[in-house]
């Protein structure tokens, strides 16, 4: 049976003598990524977003935050090659001061020393003049199996971090004081949700809680927050609740085909709706990307899914 299709809806047109509605506001500022070709398509985030970084062990998740730093802080570095680096997304932009990296389990050496062996000299180079590390092992490590000295840290890494109050207290506590601290109008990267959601001792909703608030409050930074997590490290439930709990989620993943000889690493867009309410039908799909030591994270072509 054969139905006619409903009438189409009609916007109601101003009548003489109605006031007319207000001008619609600007939209928020932008920060970009970094990465040129994914900030072409989507204009980066808006100012203020908790970004999920969210994906299979290796795929680029981690590789995309460490890039996006190195590309946001070369811009202060190395002028001339703000279009190497940023590409020609149009903004307007605001960009991040600094980056505060806060690791709740390891070290800033570790941390330094897996850059160095991953990337060229330009980028650890960038990131050590630009980065302020905050690591919060002392209190993740408290009341666990794990010796005191092995959590230990040697010096004062941010002078007067409220986190150091809460050495021997509550490790989510701890990340949502540091982050406090490191927020405003920088680059959060907080590595990672991983540790915190297989630490004994820790509720998952307390986590929920404290990423709800972090969604409100980072609205007031004039920033962006990265999140790191691995993929099935949590039941799919409370995974679904992080990612509820976020403003956007990219999701990284290894792909393999019977097509092709080798894997590859794609990102997904899967939560934004500023971003997918723009972005056009046929880039509904993911980025295939690669990562080198020379230019980090970068996209190599768009597939449709």
């Not at 009438?7 to 007319?20: D, E, I, M």
């Not at 806060?102 to 330009?122: K, Y």
């Not at 021997?168 to 949502?176: H, I």
């Not at 949700?193 to 930074?221: C, F, H, N, P, S």
């Amino acid at each position: 049976m054969v139905t006619d299709s409903p009438r189409p809806y009609l916007y109601p047109t101003q009548s003489a003598g109605t006031p007319r509605a207000p001008a619609p506001a600007d939209p928020p500022p932008r920060v970009p990524s970094g990465v040129p070709d994914f900030d072409y398509l989507t204009g980066g985030f808006p100012v203020g977003s908790v970004v999920l970084l969210f994906g299979e062990a290796g795929s680029g998740h981690q590789e995309f935050a460490l890039t996006s730093a190195a590309h946001l802080m070369l811009r202060f570095d190395e002028p001339g090659a703000r279009r190497f680096f940023l590409g020609n997304a149009k903004g307007p932009f605001l960009f991040p001061e600094s980056v505060s990296y806060l690791s709740t389990s390891r070290s800033e050496d570790q941390v330094m020393n897996e850059l160095r062996a991953a990337f060229a000299g330009i980028y650890p180079d960038t990131l050590r003049r630009h980065l302020a590390f905050q690591d919060l092992s002392p209190t993740y490590f408290a009341d666990t199996v794990v010796p005191t000295d092995w959590a230990s840290v040697r010096s004062p890494l941010l002078a007067g971090s409220p986190a150091s109050s809460h050495a021997d207290g509550d490790p989510v506590r701890a990340l949502a004081e540091a982050a406090e601290a490191a927020g405003p109008k920088n680059l959060v990267i907080v590595d990672s949700l991983t540790d915190l959601l297989v630490r004994q001792g820790i509720e998952a909703g307390d986590l929920l809680t404290l990423l709800k608030g972090l969604r409100r409050r980072a609205k007031e930074w004039n920033g962006i927050v990265y999140l790191l997590l691995s993929e099935g490290v949590a039941p799919a439930p409370i995974e679904q609740a992080v990612i509820d709990s976020v403003d956007v989620v990219l999701h990284f993943a290894w792909q393999s085909s019977p097509n092709r000889s080798h894997r590859q690493r794609t990102m997904l867009i899967e939560k934004s709706m500023p971003v997918l309410s723009h972005l056009p039908a046929e880039y509904q799909g993911r980025f295939v990307i690669r990562v080198n030591a020379l230019n980090g994270l970068v996209t190599t072509q768009y597939e449709r899914v």
